[in-house]
């Protein structure tokens, strides 16, 4: 049977491998709990683990990608150790080919203990590796951009995600604010098996760097009620919507929830104060469901440039 969409959860990379918030608070008291990323880069098998630079600036905090999680501790340790408390999981997952994703999720779904994943989410702002067929002995494989900036390469991506994956289990896919066509890549996620979007207001700074913090909120906001209202106007196929990136309060979590979102994610927020995971959810546990809020409007078509009409033109 399909869980809910959590309220709220950790980012990924944000609150360890999850089993270290257990110190500030229940974690059966949440919906969920976010464990990842779960997964490889592109180049760290074979250079080695990759550790996070984060740097302070002004508006905020620059980070690289954070390190992945090996699949083998998530199914040796992390994944029993959440079903023998209850705790339901959602799974962050990130890698450079469709392939590398598809033989994760395989092996994950092998755990005895699988049946505590709540949800899956697959990484669509990481690298994608292109890979070319082999000449001689070697096979060329170089960076190609983040997954959202091909929608073609995201469908494929979840078609393969979604076969891997018991039919009645969430399936998310999580896009950032470098994406070229966010409603194209949105579509293009749902029609490969996504029912759900974790639409992220990150903002690039440099190869492999993004700003977060609460100057990205408006980013955040901006991205999801476009989104939201793409929806209401029917350009993109209606699912619940995660908002994550400045959403670092009780406040600012109110805010996603009135641009439309069904939950929100915690990042830098975390760092100062980890108990908001349950204050947030909370808030969120009284605040009223997006379904119940007036539907953001469809201003502008963005396919044609054209004013949208929100109501029938009045007759004589």
């Not at 983040?146 to 073609?152: E, G, L, M, R, V």
């Not at 009620?225 to 929806?231: I, N, T």
Request: glycine fraction near 12%.
């Amino acid at each position: 049977m399909r869980r809910p969409l959590p309220r709220v959860t950790a980012a990924a990379g944000c609150g360890g491998s999850g089993r270290e918030l257990a110190r500030f608070g229940d974690l059966a008291a949440l919906d969920a709990v976010l464990v990842g990323p779960v997964g490889a880069r592109p180049g760290e098998a074979a250079g080695g683990p990759v550790r996070t630079r984060l740097s302070v600036s002004p508006s905020g905090l620059v980070h690289t990608p954070a390190p992945v999680l090996p699949a083998a501790q998530v199914v040796d340790d992390l994944l029993p150790w959440f079903r023998a408390r209850g705790v339901p999981v959602v799974l962050a997952v990130r890698g450079g080919t469709t392939g590398a994703v598809a033989d994760l999720l395989l092996g994950l779904r092998r755990s005895l203990d699988f049946g505590v994943v709540a949800a899956v989410e697959i990484d669509l702002t990481a690298e994608r590796e292109d890979t070319r067929p082999s000449i001689g002995a070697l096979a060329s494989t170089e960076p190609a951009g983040p997954w959202s900036a091909d929608p073609q390469a995201c469908l494929k991506l979840l078609s393969a995600a979604r076969e891997q994956l018991p039919r009645d289990l969430l399936l998310t896919a999580k896009l950032a604010g470098e994406c070229p066509d966010p409603l194209a890549t949105a579509r293009a996620a749902i029609g490969g098996g996504a029912r759900a979007l974790v639409l992220s207001g990150s903002v690039p700074t440099g190869p492999q760097e993004h700003l977060v913090g609460p100057a990205v909120g408006p980013v955040t906001l901006g991205l999801v009620s476009r989104v939201r209202a793409a929806m209401a106007a029917g350009r993109v196929p209606d699912v619940p919507v995660v908002a994550v990136g400045g959403v670092h309060d009780v406040r600012t979590a109110l805010l996603a929830r009135g641009a439309g979102a069904s939950g929100v994610q915690l990042g830098s927020g975390l760092l100062g104060d980890p108990a908001l995971l349950w204050e947030v959810h909370d808030a969120l546990a009284l605040a009223p469901d997006p379904e119940d809020l007036a539907p953001p409007l469809p201003l502008v078509d963005d396919d044609h440039a054209t004013p949208v009409p929100t109501t029938p033109a009045p007759t004589d």
